[in-house]
């Protein structure tokens, strides 16, 4: 069994990362800039928000962190987010979700300048995604497509399944897959006999946010399962996916922790580099 060490993949871009900012530094460039903005007290959003930090650090970004209470405005979230759109220093805008409820975050998601929008949620990037049209994806389907990249694992003419269809993860990641040549399933709570859909698949993702929900009985001998969840429980962390009983029936696996999440923060400093050196081809 192989496991898909997001961790070290992670590690890795970040070196890698590091290493090219260096050498543009070296060249007299500016580093890239990375404007952060957390509203209110969520206790995972704030632990997000400090990982993200911690790996900008060690690939040389710059990090702008706004750090705002939880009774801000959607006004003043606006004119912040309008002036980090032309701040000339910023390369991308991560908006951390979820938002008080009070905030619209749609409408604030689409004030994000689409050259800006690292976390690939503006429409203009969802329907680029949709076109297969160049620009910002989402970071966790962009980063488990990094991974399996990395371990030299070929979707192409293999049957994907995605379980979950949500915009973050679900929808963006099926159509990467689509543009990798995978014949791809997306089963839901509606799917009538998720099971049977499971077990035909050669690659299957789990994003369902249940505990241990994707058992060895519903997986095939020698597939390959990439685990998106993250579900905290009274024995820890744990995946969507029955990492124990699974193993010694798949082809890989991603463990949780340490598997996709890292790759999600991976991809968004690729996101953030790669609009860097948009900029400075701009002038």
């Known amino acids: 069994m192989l496991l898909l060490d997001g961790k070290k993949t992670a590690a890795e871009i970040r070196a890698k990362l590091k290493a090219e ?3 543009n530094m070296a060249q007299g460039k500016r580093a ?5 903005i957390l509203v209110g ?7 997000y928000v400090r990982n993200k930090e911690k790996a900008c650090s060690e690939a040389g970004i710059v990090s702008k962190s706004f750090r705002l209470p939880a009774d801000t405005s959607q006004t003043e979230l606006k004119n912040l987010i309008l002036d980090l759109n032309q701040d000339r220093e910023v390369d991308g805008i991560l908006l951390q979700l979820p938002l008080p409820k009070h905030l619209n975050s749609q409408e604030l998601l689409e004030l994000i300048s689409p050259a800006k929008d690292v976390d690939g949620f503006h429409p203009e990037n969802v329907g680029r995604l949709t076109l297969g049209l160049p620009g910002f994806r989402s970071c966790t389907p962009a980063g488990i497509m990094t991974l399996l990249k990395h371990y030299g694992l070929e979707v192409s003419g293999k049957k994907a399944v995605v379980v979950g269809r949500s915009n973050i993860v679900g929808k963006p990641l099926a159509l990467l897959l689509l543009q990798e040549n ?3 399933t997306i ?3 509606r ?3 998720l099971s049977a859909e499971v077990r035909e698949a050669d690659f299957v993702f789990a994003a369902v946010g249940r505990p241990k929900f994707i058992t060895a009985e519903m997986v095939k001998e020698g597939a390959i399962v990439v685990d998106v969840g993250i579900n905290r429980t009274e024995e820890g962390l744990v995946g969507d996916c029955d990492f124990e009983g699974l193993k010694d029936k798949v082809e890989a696996i991603t463990p949780v922790p340490g598997g996709v999440g890292p790759m999600t923060i991976a991809q968004l400093l690729l996101n953030t580099f790669a609009a860097y050196k948009k900029n400075l081809a701009l002038g």
């Open 21 to 23: 900012v260096e050498q």
């Open 182 to 184: 995978a014949t791809v």
């Open 191 to 193: 799917t009538q006999d």
């Open 187 to 189: 089963c839901h709570s």
């Open 41 to 47: 007290e969520d206790p995972a959003s704030k632990v």
């Open 32 to 36: 890239p800039g990375l404007a952060v």
